[in-house]
């Protein structure tokens, strides 16, 4: 555990948010860095869609997040298992950016809650998108660039879902 490389708050969130640690293409994180980054990522969808689940009055939107809270839990034991192959812990909850958007979200009015939860998770899946395509060709870590190839087609799925239900809801 002594030999567990700790990732603080100060490191995840220089780290998290481009900081100077080693990236390619477009800042966008690669191996390891791409792997604390999904982490904290995954862990907002999971709390958004959460509060997505008791905040939304529309029944699609419900069934969309009560989707997504399954789908990024089932991810994030991946993702915990990654991190234990790759000796990496992160603490979580403490980056900045993802935490203004929580709370954006438990302030937003019952009638914005939904366009400002799809508007958040549609943003993370772009992104999100773009460093799982990046990691797929550009990482080197095999165990890592499997696994964002593998996953890529779940958040191509999630993204085009919330697009669609985004339109629905502006309605």
């Known amino acids: 555990m002594h030999r567990m490389l700790m990732v603080g708050a100060l490191v995840l969130a220089f780290t998290a948010l481009g900081g100077a640690a080693p990236q390619q293409k477009d800042n966008m994180p690669l191996d390891k860095e791409f792997l604390i980054k999904t982490i904290t990522c995954n862990q907002f969808e999971i709390k958004a869609s959460e509060m997505a689940e008791t905040r939304s009055s529309n029944v699609k939107v419900k069934s ?48 914005s809650f939904d366009r400002e939860y799809l508007k958040a998770i549609i943003e993370d899946h772009e992104k999100g998108v773009q460093m799982f395509e990046n990691q797929g060709k550009r990482g080197t870590d095999n165990a890592l660039k499997t696994f964002a190839t593998n996953t890529l ?19």
Do not use: I
């Open 64 to 111: 969309f997040a009560h989707q997504l809270v399954k789908d990024h839990k089932a991810l994030e034991t991946r993702l915990n298992d990654l991190a234990k192959d790759q000796k990496v812990a992160v603490l979580a909850g403490t980056e900045k950016e993802l935490k203004t958007q929580l709370d954006r979200l438990s302030s937003a009015s019952a009638d």
């Open 153 to 171: 087609p779940t958040l191509q799925t999630h993204l085009m879902e919330a697009k669609k239900l985004s339109v629905e809801v502006s309605k």
